[in-house]
């Protein structure tokens, strides 16, 4: 199954400024996913992300906030773009796999202060 | 829209009971996922049910699917303190490739 690296694994940040957050796939995906897990809730799908095309949101997510790129089949960004404490979550990547299920990253734990 | 529901959402047992987790999806579905998440950690595959009566085992869980009822259920033999993490059931909408997910079950065993 593919594997996936995300970094940063974890951050603090200030309220008010960015941070972009990496994945990179060991093989060539069609689509990533990204996900916000706000504290003790469930996984939120953020958006689908295409190479080639802009990101496809999902309600209650704009492009503004959270800016996705895609630049090849491997790699991908999602930056979290003026922080607010409300902001603080999990934020994961996913590839699918389709004998394996959806894989995940590791996660970025985000606290912005 | 898919709605996933997932119950119970908060479940305690002893070592050595068994329980069953439920997952219930409002539409037609392609394919089921479960998922095991222990604390500040990331998702873990547990299992993939693609058609109408797969069964699934992996040590002391096992996952079935109904699709006409809609219905997935984790079961839980013989609970070992290991098995305490958060299951997530995930389901993907017929045609459509996102996953949906439950609300989670978070499991306790307690000696």
């Known amino acids: 199954s593919a594997v996936i690296s995300q970094k940063p694994s974890r951050d603090i940040c200030q309220r008010g400024t960015s941070l972009t957050i990496q994945c990179q796939v060991d093989s060539q995906v069609t689509m990533m996913f990204w996900y916000r897990q706000q504290p003790g809730q469930s996984l939120t799908l953020i958006a689908t992300?295409?190479?080639?095309?802009?990101?496809?949101?999902e309600s209650g997510f704009v492009i503004d906030k959270f800016p996705i790129s895609r630049p090849n089949l491997t790699f991908s960004t999602l930056t979290v773009s003026n922080m607010s404490p409300e902001d603080s979550s999990i934020y994961l990547c996913s590839v699918e796999d389709y004998q394996d299920g959806y894989t995940f990253g590791s996660g970025t734990r985000l606290t912005v202060v | 829209e898919l709605k996933v529901e997932q119950n119970p959402l908060f479940l305690s047992m002893q070592e050595g009971k068994n329980y069953t987790i439920y997952c219930n999806y409002s539409t037609t579905s392609d394919r089921l996922y479960w998922y095991r998440q222990d604390p500040g950690k990331s998702l873990e595959s547990l299992f993939v049910l693609l058609s109408n009566g797969a069964v699934k085992q992996e040590g002391r869980l096992m996952a079935s699917l109904d699709t006409k009822a809609r219905l997935s259920t984790l079961h839980i033999t013989a609970a070992v303190h290991d098995l305490s993490a958060t299951y997530f059931c995930a389901v993907v909408a017929a045609g459509s490739y996102q996953l949906t997910f439950g609300k989670g079950t978070k499991l306790s065993v307690i000696p």
């Open positions: 992300a295409n190479q080639g095309s802009e990101a496809t949101y």
